[in-house]
Each structure stands twice: as structure tokens, then as C-alpha cells.
């Protein structure tokens, strides 16, 4: 288990630790906390080196929207042995507890992940049902689609999530910093 950082124990500690966004680069892109580098969860396996390193310098911690693929990115990390911290309630709490967030100028906004993969998961078993209307078996679609949620919940990951964010709204967009130029930030 992660250690728990409030968002106003973040506020007051901004600045003087590394904040990880594990968030896609368009969620990412849509606003984020000041300060914060993103390196999306599915990238953190490669980014490990870089974030053991600035763990080691001080106090790290990891965002999201909610606060689920940071407890993850935590778990993760403390695997190989990198301590970080996880904030509760993500970039949503940190919104409405008022603090500031960075939104560039004619930045897209783009659903939160686990608003992305509900829709998908909802689309996915309607038109299970519905096709089964015409092509009977169809609905086994939908019932693979509740596997999935069920084994996603159990197994605290997501494979639809992981999807979703290599479509091209998910990943890095025109000036935006590429995981490269990220984990060169981060060395120092």
C-alpha cells in the first residue's frame, strides 16, 4: 500500500518533490497539476532508472485522475523498490479543492480514462445485445466484456485502459513533451 498524500499535503509540499502524472498525454495535456511530469502508467516500467533516481534525491509522488492508476504505479514501483507516495483523489480532488491547474492555450479536453473505458465497455455489451438480435451468439461479446470488468477489478489493471491509450487522442500531441525529452527532465 502507497502512502496517501492529501491534496493539500501536496499543496504545501509542490515544489520541493517530484510529482509523476501517470495519466495519458492528452489526458495529461487537458490539464494537470503545476510541476508535475507525465509519464503515462504504461511507460513507467522504462522510466523506472530515471524515477529510482529522483526517489533518491527526495520525497516522490505519483497523480492521476482518481487516484487508481497511481496506487498502481505505486505498487509498481515498490516492486522494485522505489518508495512513492499516491495522491488521494488525483487531479479531480486537487481541482476541487480550488488549487491551480496548468491547461495550455487551446488545449482539447479528453475524458478521463476510466470515463473513455466505461463508454467503451458500454457501447461494447449493447451492441452485443442488440447484434445477438440478428446474429444469435453475438451476446457472448457482452458477457466477454463483463469477464473483462470483473477480471480488471479483481486483478487491480485494466487491458481496455491500456488500449484506449494508444488511440491518437491519448498520446502525446504537437509540443507536447514525448516520454524522452520527460525522462531527460527528470535526470536533471
Not at 63 to 85: E, H
Not at 93 to 100: D, F, I, L, M, V
Not at 127 to 135: I, N, T, Y
Amino acid at each position: 500500500m502507497a502512502t496517501p498524500l492529501t491534496t493539500e499535503q501536496l499543496h504545501e509540499r509542490l515544489g520541493r518533490l517530484t510529482l509523476i502524472d501517470v495519466r495519458s498525454p492528452g489526458e495529461f495535456a487537458a490539464g494537470h497539476i503545476p510541476g508535475a511530469h507525465n509519464i503515462p502508467l504504461d511507460q513507467l516500467d522504462r522510466a523506472v532508472p530515471v524515477l529510482r533516481a529522483a526517489a533518491e534525491r527526495g520525497e516522490l509522488a505519483m497523480v492521476c485522475a482518481s487516484g487508481a492508476r497511481s496506487q498502481t504505479a505505486c505498487g509498481k514501483l515498490a516492486a522494485v523498490g522505489v518508495a512513492a507516495a499516491t495522491v488521494t483523489g488525483g487531479t479531480s480532488a486537487w481541482e476541487r479543492a480550488g488549487h491551480p491547474v496548468d491547461r495550455p492555450a487551446g488545449a482539447r479536453t479528453v475524458w478521463a480514462m476510466d470515463r473513455q473505458v466505461r463508454l467503451a465497455a458500454g457501447s461494447l455489451v449493447v451492441a452485443g445485445m442488440l447484434a445477438d438480435l440478428v446474429l444469435p451468439g453475438a451476446r457472448w461479446l457482452s458477457a466477454a466484456v463483463g469477464g473483462g470488468l470483473l477480471f480488471s477489478a479483481l486483478s487491480n489493471t485494466c487491458a481496455m485502459g491500456a488500449l484506449l491509450g494508444r488511440l491518437p487522442y491519448n498520446r502525446p500531441r504537437p509540443g507536447q513533451p514525448a516520454i524522452e525529452e520527460t525522462l531527460a527532465a527528470l535526470r536533471g
